[in-house]
């Protein structure tokens, strides 16, 4: 974030977003998980003020793809596969005419790829054959696609739109539990809850901010809560010193 930029808090609301609130509990009432939350993103602003997703693409449709193939994968190694795949695929006709045995070939060292070639191949025909070769910039349509669920809707609405969603991956999940700002049991329920609390302004880049404070910070195995900028706002039992 620019310095002296007017981010639109009062002098009094500038203050109060350097104290720590009330941390999150299940009495909490809504208007304290804003707050929290408030502090939470500010925080977390202030540390990546322009984060971004760490797959590669070139347009929508290759970050549909990307999404689509880092299930259960990791980012890096989507990229190192993808990175010739889109040279030569980087459109819905491209990777039509790719084929899946061709496309399965390209992306074998991610997990699941003969799953994942045959739902690449069938959502492309779809998008050729529903909506003139462009990624929709709508949810139930996008999800109407083989192969994507809310999640990665929400990334690519999100990412490639600008849309203000949020998507509950892993990280995601577990960051908003352990703080908390938004408790569930499934990823919806903690999609529905964060929805509620972030504020309007940050809605664009949460998704982000949670995932790689989650993949790089809190941690599942041995988090790290010393170099951890909202250590002090997080009631999670396991942290670590």
Known sequence: MARGKDTGLSETAKRAATRPPKRGGAGESLEAARRRAEVVFARLAAAMPEPKSELEYVNPFTLLVAVVLSAQATDAGVNKATRSLFAVADTPARMAALGEDKLAERIKTIGLYKTKAKNVIALSEALLRDHGGEVPRDREALEALPGVGRKTANVVLNTAFGMPCIAVDTHVFRVSNRIPLARGE?????????????????????????????RYVCKARNPACATCVIADLCAFEGKTA
């Open 186 to 214: 499934t990823p919806r329920e903690v999609e529905d809850g964060l929805m509620k609390i972030v504020p309007e302004r940050r809605l664009r880049h949460a998704h982000h901010w949670l995932v790689l404070h989650g």
